[in-house]
């Protein structure tokens, strides 16, 4: 019984080492008396960027049209507005990474092995 605890734990440590954790730090929202200016310039580039083809496909996809996401956009507060426009290159699709899942898959495959040696 001891035997299978310790195999348990070592298990679940290597699967949290294996993990790789992907925390960093957010920047803090801009001050409230951001300009005009810089409100076109910001609705500008995310705007830009949901007109991309590859974006544009995956919205729709998902059931919006360009009028929605347009009008949506423009619901942002300033703040919120800047800060996505500043962060687009960090957006990703949903779900794991292909990295992600060779560090799974690489987790699950020691434990496994750990399994195999210990029987």
Do not use: C, Y
Request: charged share 15%; net charge neutral; aromatic share 6%.
């Amino acid at each position: 019984m001891s035997k299978r605890f310790t195999l348990v734990f070592f298990v679940l440590l290597a699967l949290a080492i294996a993990i790789p954790s992907f925390a960093a730090p957010m920047p803090s929202k801009t001050a409230a008396n951001q300009s005009l200016d810089s409100r076109a310039a910001d609705l500008a580039v995310v705007r830009d960027f949901t007109s991309n083809d590859q974006v544009a496909q995956a919205l729709t996809a998902r059931g919006f049209t360009p009028d929605q996401v347009n009008a949506r956009v423009a619901q942002l507060s300033p703040q919120d507005l800047h800060q996505l426009a500043n962060h687009l290159d960090q957006l990703q699709a949903a779900g794991l990474t292909r990295q992600e899942w060779i560090w799974v898959g690489i987790g699950a495959l020691a434990a496994v092995i750990l399994i195999i040696a210990l029987d």
